[in-house]
């Protein structure tokens, strides 16, 4: 499905995604451009408004946790794709913090991800990143992520499909 320039994935993820994704930006205490820029994108890319992601920015800004976020019923696909995203958002600017190492593990717990679906969805997002430009939030590619996660853990996404 196409809206405007930006690709509308067919997995919805909530809000509530992209919150804990502006926390792991924010927590390094310096907010990089490309991170910024790749939170954008992916919310827009699963159909989430400007003003809807400027109330998320806001929140985190001003210091919302990852623990005190009241997570909808999530599938395990859905959890293993936030936390990809959140691993790759992390790395966007180049590196991942101490700080932000740390809330991957919070938000891993967080979803209840077991270190097997934790490490998938690492391995898919370096693999994407891998790709010319990928590691370029201007040109990721979601669909590829998501191509990616589903050959790393079919079992997740084939019961998201069910449900």
Same mark, same amino acid.
Do not use: N
């Given at each position: 499905?196409?809206?405007?320039?930006?690709?509308?994935?067919?997995?919805?993820?909530?809000?509530?995604?992209?919150?804990?994704?502006?926390?792991?930006?924010?927590?390094?205490?310096?907010?990089?451009?490309?991170? *910024?820029?790749? &939170? $954008? /994108?992916? @919310? =827009?890319?699963?159909?989430?408004? %400007?003003? #809807?992601?400027?109330?998320?920015?806001?929140?985190?800004?001003?210091?919302?946790?990852?623990?005190?976020?009241?997570?909808?019923?999530?599938?395990?696909?859905?959890?293993?794709?936030?936390?990809?995203?959140?691993?790759?958002?992390?790395?966007?600017?180049?590196?991942?913090?101490?700080?932000?190492?740390?809330?991957?593990?919070?938000?891993?717990?967080?979803?209840? *991800?077991?270190? &097997? $679906? /934790?490490? @998938? =969805?690492?391995?898919?997002?370096? %693999?994407? #990143?891998?790709?010319?430009?990928?590691?370029?939030?201007?040109?990721?590619?979601?669909?590829?992520?998501?191509?990616?996660?589903?050959?790393?853990?079919?079992?997740?996404?084939?019961?998201?499909?069910?449900?």
């Amino acid at each position: 499905m196409r809206s405007g320039t930006v690709e509308v994935m067919a997995t919805s993820l909530p809000e509530e995604t992209f919150l804990a994704l502006a926390c792991v930006v924010h927590a390094d205490g310096r907010l990089a451009k490309s991170e *910024l820029q790749g &939170l $954008r /994108r992916a @919310a =827009a890319s699963y159909g989430h408004t %400007d003003d #809807a992601l400027g109330r998320v920015e806001a929140e985190a800004a001003a210091g919302t946790k990852i623990e005190a976020i009241v997570w909808p019923e999530l599938t395990a696909w859905q959890k293993a794709l936030t936390y990809a995203f959140a691993v790759w958002v992390a790395k966007a600017d180049g590196s991942v913090s101490r700080d932000e190492q740390e809330l991957l593990r919070v938000l891993g717990d967080a979803l209840g *991800l077991d270190k &097997l $679906r /934790r490490d @998938a =969805a690492r391995s898919a997002t370096y %693999d994407i #990143a891998a790709l010319p430009g990928g590691h370029r939030p201007d040109q990721y590619d979601f669909g590829a992520l998501e191509t990616q996660l589903q050959a790393k853990l079919p079992g997740s996404y084939k019961e998201h499909l069910k449900g």
